[in-house]
């Protein structure tokens, strides 16, 4: 997701040091190019042994390279970075960041950086209280740097509450939007259907599918970070939306029906990504259904058809993204559907390729609108969300 990223990971001398090597993995991992830049203290915390080997690159700490006169250029390096991030920021480093003072090379590439800055600071409990502290936090959120703030928990003193670094993984969380916000998003509002609904039987039993709920979280998570606002309607799943995704959790179709409906007007998008059920059983038993014949029939009634019902209802700029999986007939099929329900364009995917599809981390897509039909390669559902917002943003009128 980072991939052609440069990003300046400045570490100071807090305990919390020792999660800056995860945090390493975590960017490289994303694809980003990693320059770590420590301070002289924090080489009592962690090892530049361990960072370099994780970044790939060696760990700069001094202006001087050695006695040659050869330097490290903090403007080169403040020209250099997409984002500079300050994780762990003690006390100290935050307070000189809001004054401006300039005694080592990370507060001079700071002072140098044309790019954004973001700091997650680390510290004991009264000190993260202390006026001074939260001061020199503000100041610094007033000259646009974004704060990750500390989180709670039992800190290295044995105190209890808010003063620990931010894991790596909120870290990471909290720097992509910073990274990847994509103008053509901001101030869009956009709500999305994801993963299978249940239709109950009887109070134990539900009939329901094989949706994992991966590719809606995948382009839900993807346009959070691009700075869309995120409305998502979530059938039960295990997956894991971001923060910034606001999530209404829904059971049965008429749930999900009944939600996209309140939440249709104020959507610029709608993108509907749930497998929801076209029938439900016509009455629900308020007792457990007992194993009495030799046969079970089911009466079974049609279900709201969300994306059909939304498309009466589309005005002049609203844009409808559907989806369409299918086993045979597939681009007929999808066709039918992009005129029926008023799509815009749709997303087709066939459980007739390896792996695409239900619960796989992978999908091969076309993506069809009434000009044509585009095919992509298998690839990550990440991968997949990219593509799928992209096609969405060229067709869109701005
Ligand atoms: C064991 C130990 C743990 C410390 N942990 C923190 C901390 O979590 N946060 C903090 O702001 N300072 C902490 N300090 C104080 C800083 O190390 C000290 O202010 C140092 O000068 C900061 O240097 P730097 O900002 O240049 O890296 C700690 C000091 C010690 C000895």
Same mark, same amino acid.
């Given at each position: 997701?980072?991939?052609?990223?440069?990003? *300046?990971?400045?570490?100071?001398?807090?305990?919390?040091?020792?999660?800056?090597?995860?945090?390493?993995?975590?960017?490289?991992?994303?694809?980003?190019?990693?320059?770590?830049?420590?301070?002289?203290?924090?080489?009592?915390?962690?090892?530049?042994?361990?960072?370099?080997?994780? %970044?790939?690159?060696?760990?700069?700490?001094?202006?001087?390279?050695?006695?040659? =006169?050869?330097?490290?250029?903090? $403007?080169?390096?403040?020209?250099?970075?997409?984002?500079?991030?300050?994780?762990?920021?003690?006390?100290?480093?935050?307070?000189?960041?809001?004054? =401006?003072?300039?005694?080592?090379?990370?507060?001079?590439?700071?002072?140098?950086?044309?790019?954004?800055?973001?700091?997650?600071?680390?510290?004991?409990?009264?000190?993260?209280?202390?006026? %001074?502290?939260?001061?020199?936090?503000?100041?610094?959120?007033?000259? =646009?740097?974004?704060?990750?703030?500390?989180?709670?928990?039992?800190?290295?003193?044995?105190?209890?509450?808010?003063?620990?670094?931010?894991?790596? +993984?909120?870290?990471?969380?909290?720097?992509?939007?910073?990274?990847?916000?994509?103008?053509?998003?901001?101030?869009?509002?956009?709500?999305?259907?994801?993963?299978?609904?249940?239709?109950?039987?009887?109070?134990?039993?539900?009939?329901?599918?094989?949706?994992? =709920?991966?590719?809606?979280?995948?382009?839900?998570?993807?346009?959070?970070?691009?700075?869309?606002?995120?409305?998502?309607?979530?059938?039960?799943?295990?997956?894991?939306?971001?923060?910034?995704?606001?999530?209404?959790?829904?059971?049965?179709?008429?749930?999900?029906?009944?939600? @996209?409906?309140?939440?249709?007007? +104020?959507?610029?998008?709608?993108?509907?990504?749930?497998? $929801?059920?076209?029938?439900?059983?016509?009455?629900?038993?308020?007792?457990? *259904?007992?194993?009495?014949?030799?046969?079970?029939?089911?009466?079974?009634?049609?279900?709201?058809?969300?994306?059909?019902?939304?498309?009466?209802?589309?005005?002049?700029?609203?844009?409808? $993204?559907?989806?369409?999986?299918?086993?045979?007939?597939?681009?007929?099929?999808?066709?039918?559907?992009?005129?029926?329900?008023?799509?815009?364009?749709?997303?087709?995917?066939?459980?007739?390729?390896?792996?695409?599809?239900?619960?796989?981390?992978?999908?091969?897509?076309?993506?069809?609108? @009434?000009?044509?039909?585009?095919?992509?390669?298998?690839?990550?559902?990440?991968?997949?969300?990219?593509?799928?917002?992209?096609?969405?943003? +060229?067709?869109?009128?701005?």
């Amino acid at each position: 997701m980072l991939k052609g990223k440069k990003i *300046i990971l400045g570490v100071t001398a807090g305990i919390a040091a020792y999660k800056s090597a995860a945090l390493v993995r975590l960017l490289v991992k994303a694809g980003a190019e990693v320059q770590v830049i420590m301070t002289e203290e924090a080489h009592q915390f962690i090892t530049p042994l361990t960072l370099s080997t994780l %970044s790939k690159r060696p760990v700069l700490t001094d202006f001087a390279k050695d006695k040659t =006169g050869e330097w490290n250029n903090h $403007v080169d390096l403040g020209l250099w970075a997409d984002l500079l991030l300050v994780a762990p920021t003690t006390a100290n480093t935050l307070a000189k960041m809001a004054n =401006g003072l300039c005694d080592n090379l990370l507060l001079a590439t700071y002072l140098s950086a044309r790019c954004p800055v973001a700091i997650a600071p680390a510290m004991d409990l009264d000190m993260y209280q202390h006026p %001074s502290v939260k001061h020199n936090l503000k100041r610094l959120q007033e000259f =646009g740097v974004y704060l990750v703030d500390a989180e709670e928990g039992e800190l290295a003193s044995g105190l209890v509450g808010q003063g620990r670094m931010a894991e790596p +993984e909120h870290i990471l969380e909290a720097t992509l939007p910073i990274l990847l916000k994509d103008n053509r998003l901001v101030g869009k509002k956009i709500l999305i259907t994801a993963g299978p609904t249940q239709e109950a039987l009887d109070p134990v039993r539900y009939i329901t599918n094989h949706s994992s =709920g991966k590719m809606g979280y995948a382009i839900a998570n993807l346009l959070a970070i691009k700075g869309a606002e995120v409305i998502m309607l979530s059938g039960v799943v295990n997956q894991k939306a971001r923060k910034d995704v606001k999530i209404l959790r829904t059971v049965s179709a008429l749930d999900m029906y009944e939600a @996209a409906m309140k939440h249709y007007e +104020e959507a610029n998008v709608v993108i509907l990504a749930a497998a $929801v059920a076209d029938y439900r059983p016509s009455d629900v038993a308020d007792k457990k *259904i007992k194993k009495d014949g030799s046969t079970f029939a089911l009466n079974m009634v049609k279900t709201y058809d969300i994306a059909a019902e939304l498309g009466k209802k589309k005005t002049n700029g609203k844009f409808h $993204v559907g989806f369409a999986l299918e086993t045979n007939d597939e681009a007929a099929n999808a066709q039918k559907k992009l005129t029926n329900k008023k799509f815009d364009m749709i997303v087709l995917n066939s459980l007739q390729d390896a792996g695409a599809g239900f619960g796989h981390d992978t999908n091969k897509i076309a993506i069809i609108d @009434a000009k044509g039909s585009n095919a992509f390669p298998l690839k990550s559902k990440q991968a997949v969300a990219e593509d799928i917002i992209e096609a969405m943003l +060229e067709r869109m009128v701005p």
